[in-house]
Every structure is written in structure tokens, then in C-alpha cells.
């Protein structure tokens, strides 16, 4: 059988064979190992995820409450809006604020005046992403982040605070202010807010996980689950005064799915906890993950595979196209054709044989000519013979013979076969040297 394929199987395909199995044994050993990656700590590497997405969770926080500081710098530096403050003008104000809240997309914005009395809204509708301009005739300096700046508190961070608001028109994360006149004196307070819900719904696509937003007594407020999760029974004390490496962990149910659930304190600008944030991942959240990995693993070894047999294919072609090129012209030879010719590049084993088979087809040539010159001059030396021996037929055998010449020619003979007529007409009376 060996003997029978190594027969019937072309150079091309004898140099691509090892490129075909050295690939194989490649993907087959790469599968191999990265399986055995993938199996290895399953439980230790969701772990490890899990306590990643709170990490990440609470830089989502960090990044969001930063962005809020930032529209209220810039409202309460907004010129004009101390004045119309002070006049308790509510359209001057809208007008001053709106662009900015815009152009910042923010959820919600609320003026204060300086006692905590709501002076003008924004806010952005959930569902439309429009905003509406509501009359909310309501003091909020029960609020603890909004009765530090009516108390005109400042700590080592400044005048900035934050806190959540659970309000009839929706429940926020506010970051607060204060605006002063020029002399420096307080006449209003600036809110800038971002829903819970979309606060959620952030971690969520950032992190794959799902995120719950629970108060300082474990009430869930916000939840990117299909319904809101159970209170947890560890008590709130316990996370909101554990470390980071200490991060609790608990196991609940959605409908019919399990999740665990990391869960560490909420904490703003200050060091103050006002919050717990959640974060959940399904216990074969790793082995989804594994098969897109070993999916995107397959498709990069077969990609390489590809690629392997490709190269072999275009390094055979490369070699054997010279090959080729000799052994059509060797049967172009064996046909009678000496008027092929091989081009040569380089200098390599292949070229020279290209270039001794050149020599040799050159050879070939010189020895055919040489022959049928040989063969026309003995012909010529019968002819002579048989004028000499019949003097009466002289010159009739080349008289003939250019007749004949004539005659083919204006038969449009083919011009190879003129020298065998040529040759054929000399020697038609030949017998007469015997006779």
C-alpha cells in the first residue's frame, strides 16, 4: 500500500502532506491544552470574576459621581444663575441651566434656594429620553446632603455632598452644591442627579453582571434583575464595615435561575457609606464564557490550519512548477519536438537541471541536423552514381525532382514535407543502378 501511494501520489502532494498532519497533531495538542485551562479552578476563576465585577462596579460609581461634580461646577458657575436665583425666577433659570444639562445628559437637575425650597426642574423622562419642566413645590432640606449646605457645612473635601433621594418622581443619586453671589454669600443650591436604574444599568453592560443597589438596611432600591431581590440575611453592619478583602458573598434565586452575589459598601466622596451595591453572576457564567472561548479557540486553529496547509500548497507549487516545466518539455521531446526550450532561474539544484537539460535538447538538435545532412549527402551520392551508370537519364533525376518541388508548392504542401518529397523524387530511379 505504501509502495502503491508513494507510485500514484504527485511531488506537490507529497510536500504538502506534512504541512496537512504537522498542522493536525498542532490543533490537536493546542485543543488539548487549552481544555484542560479551561476545566482547571472553574470554581476559583468565577470567584476571582465575581469579585472583579464589584471592583468594577464601584468604579462605575466613582466615574459617575465625578461626571455629576463636573455639570455642577459648571451650573453653578453658570453666569446669571445666582440673580435669577435670588429673584426666585423660575423660566430664567430653566433657560440658563437647560443647555448645559443637555449637552451633559444628565437625568435630573433641581434648584434650591437657599432654605432647601425647590425653584426649578429638569427632568429627563425614562422611557422617552425627553425632558419635562415639573412643578415640584417641596422642601428638601430634610435631605442630609441638602441640610449641610442650607447649614453651610464644609468638611476637608469642600462643599460638595451626595446622597439618594427616594421621591415620589423617582428614586436619584444627587451630587449638591452651593451657588454664591459675588460676595461669596449662599443664595441657592444646584442638585445634579442620575437614576438608580440607569446607574445599574451601566455596571450591567460594563460588567456582564447584575446589579443591585440596596439602602444602609438592606431595602433593595434599584435592580437590573427581572424583579427585585430579596433582602439579604447577613446583617448591614457587617458590609458596610468590612474591607474590600472582605467582601461578603451570598447565593439567591430569580425565578429559576441561581445567582451569587457579591456585596460591599456604597461609598461617596468622603469615606461615607449611604449605600450596599450587589453584583451577581450565575454560577455557569465561566462555562458560557469557556464555550465562546473554546468556540474562538477552534476557529483560530482551524485558521491556522488553513494558513499551514495554504503555505504548503504555495511552497509544492513553488518547487514543483519547474519540475513540471521539465517534464512537459521531456514529453514535447518524446514527440518529436526539439524546439522547446526551458527558462532557468537562479541556481539552484532545479535550475541546473534545467540548464543540462537545455544542453542536452541543444544536443539532440546538433546530432538530428548532422544526421540528416549526412543522409542528404548520401542520397546526393546515389544520384551521381546513377548518372554515371545511365547516361541517358542524365540530369532527369534533378529536373524531375524540381518539378515536382513546383508542383507541390502550388498544392500548398505543407513546407515540412517538402524535404521528404524532395528526397523521395531523387531516389525514385534509383533500381536502375541494378539494372
Not at 496537512?20 to 470567584?47: N, Y
Not at 429559576?256 to 451577581?280: D, P
Request: net charge negative; glycine share 6%.
Amino acid at each position: 500500500m505504501k509502495k502503491l501511494l508513494h507510485k500514484h501520489l504527485s511531488i506537490r502532494v507529497k510536500l504538502t502532506l506534512p504541512y496537512v498532519f504537522l498542522s493536525l497533531l498542532i490543533a490537536l495538542w493546542g485543543a488539548l491544552i487549552v481544555t484542560q485551562l479551561m476545566i482547571d479552578s472553574l470554581e476559583e476563576r468565577f470567584t476571582s470574576q465575581l469579585f472583579e465585577t464589584r471592583t468594577l462596579a464601584s468604579d462605575v460609581m466613582v466615574r459617575e459621581e465625578d461626571r455629576l461634580l463636573e455639570t455642577l461646577r459648571l451650573l453653578s458657575h453658570t453666569e446669571g444663575v445666582p440673580a435669577a436665583i435670588l429673584q426666585r425666577d423660575r423660566d430664567k433659570i430653566l433657560e440658563l441651566i437647560y443647555p448645559v444639562t443637555f449637552n451633559a445628559d444628565e437625568d435630573v437637575v433641581l434648584v434650591l434656594s437657599r432654605y432647601g425650597l425647590v425653584l426649578a426642574t429638569i427632568l429627563e423622562i425614562e422611557d422617552t429620553g425627553e425632558y419635562e419642566f415639573p412643578r415640584i413645590s417641596e422642601k428638601l432640606d430634610t435631605l442630609p446632603f441638602v441640610a449641610r449646605l442650607v447649614d453651610q457645612e464644609i468638611d476637608e473635601m469642600g462643599d460638595k455632598y451626595s446622597g439618594v433621594s427616594d421621591a415620589n418622581w423617582g428614586t436619584y443619586f444627587f451630587v449638591s452644591g452651593p451657588v454664591n453671589d459675588k460676595d461669596g454669600d449662599l443664595v441657592g443650591i444646584i442638585l445634579v442627579g442620575k437614576s438608580l436604574r440607569g446607574i445599574v444599568e451601566k455596571i450591567h453592560e460594563e460588567t456582564l453582571a447584575q446589579a443591585t443597589i440596596y439602602d444602609t438596611v438592606f431595602n433593595p432600591l434599584s435592580s437590573t434583575f427581572i424583579e427585585l431581590p430579596s433582602r439579604p440575611d447577613e446583617e448591614p453592619e457587617a458590609v458596610l464595615k468590612s474591607k474590600e478583602s472582605e467582601t461578603m458573598v451570598r447565593d439567591l434565586s430569580i425565578g429559576s435561575v441561581t445567582y451569587t452575589e457579591a456585596l460591599s459598601a456604597w461609598e461617596i466622596r468622603g469615606g461615607e457609606n449611604i449605600g450596599i451595591l450587589g453584583t451577581a453572576l450565575p454560577p455557569d457564567f465561566l462555562v458560557r464564557a469557556s464555550r465562546l472561548t473554546r468556540w474562538n479557540v477552534t476557529v483560530q486553529i482551524f485558521a491556522a490550519i488553513t494558513a499551514a496547509i495554504l503555505l504548503g500548497v504555495f511552497l509544492s507549487g513553488f518547487i514543483t512548477r519547474p519540475i513540471l516545466k521539465l517534464k512537459n518539455a521531456a514529453s514535447e521531446i518524446s514527440r518529436g519536438n526539439l524546439d522547446v526550450h526551458v527558462d532557468t532561474h537562479g541556481n539552484d539544484e532545479v535550475a541546473i537541471l534545467a540548464q543540462s537539460f537545455n544542453e542536452m535538447v541543444e544536443n539532440l538538435r546538433r546530432s538530428e541536423k548532422n544526421l540528416i545532412q549526412a543522409y542528404d549527402k548520401t542520397i546526393e551520392g546515389w544520384v551521381k552514381a546513377l548518372e554515371l551508370r545511365d547516361q541517358e537519364t542524365l540530369g532527369h533525376t534533378l529536373r524531375a525532382a524540381n518539378m515536382t518541388m513546383e508542383l507541390a508548392q502550388l498544392m500548398d504542401v505543407d513546407e515540412k514535407e517538402l524535404q521528404n518529397i524532395w528526397r523521395g523524387v531523387l531516389l525514385h530511379d534509383i533500381g536502375k543502378m541494378g539494372i
